[in-house]
């Protein structure tokens, strides 16, 4: 007797550790799983990412923004958010094309207020009144622009 033989006469006869019916339901689980972790996958490359780049109220120290605007749906949520933010800026391409990842810094008289990455072209801005001054780099370039709060339609181009 070898040793399947010997481990198989502990089993149910109808089917054995080591039959074709087993190997075949073994592979068949297995082709399951794996076609069930690949629609995963490629679902959740193809959702959007709910992390770090949603368009979500952040606050630092005085100031609040929100950035986005690329997706038809994200523009019209900055349209019904415009009126709780009184300064706004948009970065764009000289051609028009607009641009997100920008790294932006506002200053109050010399004083650094706000350090973030934009993500996404228009950034709606909430701050105490005065005048700011919004640098902005993109891909290693700098532009700068000085807007007061109430100023609506700012915006830098590389």
Same mark, same amino acid.
């Given at each position: ?69 690329? #997706? ?7 349209? $019904?958010?415009? *009126?709780?933010?009184?300064? /706004?800026?948009?970065? %764009?391409? !000289? ?31 909430? #701050? ?7 640098? $902005?780099?993109? *891909?290693?370039?700098?532009? /700068?622009?000085?807007? %007061?709060? !109430? ?8």
């Amino acid at each position: 007797m070898d040793k399947q033989e010997a481990f198989n006469r502990y089993l149910s006869n109808s089917r054995t550790l080591f039959s074709r019916t087993a190997r075949v339901t073994r592979r068949r689980r297995v082709i399951a799983a794996t076609l069930v972790g690949m629609a995963l996958t490629i679902g959740a490359a193809l959702c959007p990412a709910f992390a770090a780049d949603e368009m979500v109220i952040r606050t630092m120290g005085p100031v609040s923004y929100v950035c986005g605007g690329i #997706a038809a749906d994200e523009r019209a949520k900055l349209a $019904a958010q415009e *009126k709780n933010f009184n300064m /706004s800026v948009l970065f %764009t391409q !000289g051609d028009g094309e607009y641009l997100s990842d920008v790294d932006v810094k506002m200053t109050l008289e010399g004083q650094p207020v706000a350090n973030f990455k934009a993500g996404g072209p228009r950034c709606l801005i909430r #701050a105490p009144e005065g005048s700011y001054n919004i640098e $902005a780099s993109y *891909k290693g370039q700098t532009k /700068s622009i000085k807007i %007061t709060t !109430g100023t609506r339609n700012a915006q830098l181009r590389w």
